[in-house]
């Protein structure tokens, strides 16, 4: 008799953006001709560059003949983007990563759920709170969680790594107590979903000794690094040493508006070594394995984003969305509302209004402003008295968000 | 210090096609000026049709504004593709599959490798010998496959069902015996890859029968299905009692040229259920943390093959592969082999010529024809012997590959 994992019933029922969009469904059907700003969900909403939809064209066009028809493409990636990723995104910033360290695929969060498979079920993970969820549940379903406590929150097997205002949202190294478990796999997120804070050199360069002291290894889901403006690393492994203990994670999602699209990378160097194993050649494995590359018209379009062409319009968009974070950021802060994040972010992280708890001001919201924002207890309980708002709606609708929000007083 | 899923190691060294590929290079590097005809690895030649280019031309150009652009999409694919499977590929044959029962992929091996994770890891794997090597790779990854026995090629916690001449390739219920184990998850593939084996509506309906009484879910690999030409069954599901056992996969990889686009889908009706729970239910969890749906312009690809003339080019394209797979067959047996297959699929399985063991076969016909197959005994110990090739070439690359054939006496 077959039997199924039984991980999958400890996961608590209700997942965030469902429980959003019944709420939004609710209130819409009460509400038919009203409309509502959503500064929920963190989708892009500003059309593909020009360079990315003339390469998809001509991409399209090569499909059509049988000179350029591409059938099954290299597993982890054609060389012309691997290439650039390697060039622009890592040795314009003085980082060597060689070609067969980066593997390309559908996506971030592919990758952020899938990277658990080549390592061992008894690893001990850390995650920040508040925290993506996808982190959490995928290793809830490998069996890494232990078990779910509904009164707190939290699950009994994780460490938990606190991101509060008194830390500037930047988790704290743990300090090492002998006879103490240390964390094995450590997920950090840097820019920040939820929270919008970003890291620097020398905070990310402690988690780098960390890790290589208690032989850890970073799992560095660096999805947002092109909202970075002040002078931030970019890649973990602008770190030294962070290549022997770190798997980044990037995606084409919010930098070049790709989140219907499908493509990101993950990079894992060759000094990443357990047992004398390469983990870079895990991944290979289960890459070819249990998956068969990306579609080449994507692979095409991901490549436009750093022609110069791309680059320049590209920087114009992630401009546009940080005008949004900005009006946000310095109109709320006006009303009187505490802010962080949307400096080297797309996200805003405020502090709700009057000691309400997340979902009440998520309610609240909803139904005097008819602006729908995420409650921040719904990525983890240090999340509690939150709220997020993405700047990545209109410049209209960031700033008649603002205004009706003014209204409530 | 974290450590690596062990299950890694246990993976033999070489792949068969990276094997296969390494070959080819060392030939060709000897003989730059050769041209050597590849019917090996299954991809497809024939340019994507032109209801699909148009398809994707219009929906790139969706993407250039912003009142059509589309950024996160339904993570179980887009009602426009969602309906237009359940009406052509199940409707169409009396097969009642409901909405929310079908998961739109970037493809089948995506969906076979990760499949598993929402099983056991004590589940018992029966799997088809000769195989696809993906069941068995992705669950020697999760750890249902015992140790490897270099000897043998076997691993000793799988249950093997030989295909072979003798039982037309068509593997045979295993008889029940009290107190012997019985398989918990059946791999099965029809038409079959690598043996072009088909499968009828009788043999189809004693694995479902058996299926239930062992209590046993079927997964079965349908990717095939549009090249059956015999009144065969398309879908496990044309079996009556198969959506409380069964799974199915699909691909638009080989009905549409897409191995270079990547799209497929998964059926799991709502009648499969164990202990209560919805397999279901686990597979759309498994899918929303794990996946971010798939490409829309991929999707309104794939949506244009259901189209009155996207059907017409389609079924061409099926057609000038299966006139391949008739000269290959055909010719190759008046040339004296036995070959199976190619009737109601892409591939010809054909007995080596003289005893030869399948790597020497492919040695002898790389080196002596310069055609590339693959040797029957990389999917599996009962593939020793026999040979695989591909109906996916041009015509001329057929016929040629006949006659250097011929030319061996």
Redesign the interface.
């Known amino acids: 008799?077959?039997?199924?994992?039984?991980n999958?019933?400890k996961?608590p029922g209700n997942?965030l953006f469902a429980t959003i969009a019944r709420k939004i469904k609710e209130y819409t059907a009460e509400h038919p001709d009203h409309h509502l700003i959503r500064l929920g969900?963190g989708?892009?909403?500003?059309?593909?560059a020009?360079a990315v939809?003339e390469a998809?064209?001509t991409a399209?066009?090569e499909?059509?003949?049988?000179e350029s028809?591409?059938?099954?493409?290299p597993d982890y990636g054609y060389d012309f983007l691997v290439n650039a990723i390697i060039e622009n995104d890592y040795k314009a910033r003085g980082v060597d990563i060689e070609f067969d360290e980066v593997f390309v695929s559908?996506?971030c969060?592919?990758d952020s759920?899938?990277i658990g498979?080549?390592?061992?079920?008894?690893?001990l993970v850390a995650v920040c709170d508040p925290v993506y969820?996808?982190y959490v549940?995928?290793n809830v379903?490998a069996g890494r969680a232990g078990e779910y406590d509904p009164a707190t929150g939290l699950w009994s097997n994780f460490i938990y790594l606190p991101c509060l205002k008194e830390n500037g949202f930047i988790p704290q190294v743990p300090t090492i107590v002998p006879g103490e478990k240390t964390p094995?796999?450590i997920y950090l997120c840097f820019p920040n979903n939820p929270s919008g804070a970003a890291i620097g050199y020398k905070e990310l360069a402690a988690w780098v000794d960390y890790a290589r002291t208690?032989?850890?290894?970073i799992l560095f889901d660096a999805a947002y690094e092109a909202f970075i403006s002040d002078d931030l690393p970019h890649s973990i492994f602008e770190i030294p040493g962070a290549k022997t203990c770190a798997i980044e994670l990037r995606s084409f999602s919010k930098t070049a508006?790709f989140?219907?699209?499908?493509c990101g990378y993950t990079v894992i160097s060759k000094e990443l070594i357990?047992?004398g194993?390469r983990?870079r050649d895990?991944w290979a494995?289960?890459q070819?394995?249990?998956?068969?590359?990306?579609?080449?018209?994507?692979q095409r379009a991901a490549a436009a984003i750093y022609t110069p062409e791309g680059k320049t319009q590209i920087r114009a968009t992630i401009g546009r969305y940080m005008e949004n974070a900005k009006i946000l950021r310095e109109g709320l802060t006006k009303l009187g509302y505490e802010v962080f994040g949307g400096e080297n972010a797309p996200y805003i992280w405020l502090k709700t209004r009057a000691g309400m708890s997340s979902w009440e001001f998520f309610d609240y919201l909803l139904h005097q402003a008819e602006v729908v924002g995420t409650p921040g207890s719904g990525f983890g309980p240090c999340g509690e008295g939150y709220f997020r708002l993405t700047a990545f709606g209109t410049k209209e609708a960031s700033l008649e968000a603002l205004e009706r929000i003014a209204k409530l007083g």
């Not at 989708?43 to 593909?48: A, E, F, H, K």
């Not at 028809?69 to 493409?73: K, L």
């Not at 208690?214 to 290894?217: S, T």
Request: hydrophobic share 40%; proline share 4%; charged share 25%.
């Open positions: 008799m077959f039997e199924l994992n039984e999958f019933q996961l997942y969900i989708d892009v909403t500003i059309p593909l020009p939809i998809m064209h399209v066009d499909m059509s003949r049988a028809f591409r059938g099954y493409g559908d996506g969060k592919s759920g899938n498979d080549i390592f061992a079920e008894s690893n969820p996808v549940d995928s379903m094995d796999m208690v032989d850890a290894v508006g989140t219907g699209v499908r357990r047992n194993i983990v895990l494995r289960r070819a394995t249990k998956f068969n590359g990306v579609n080449y018209i994507t």
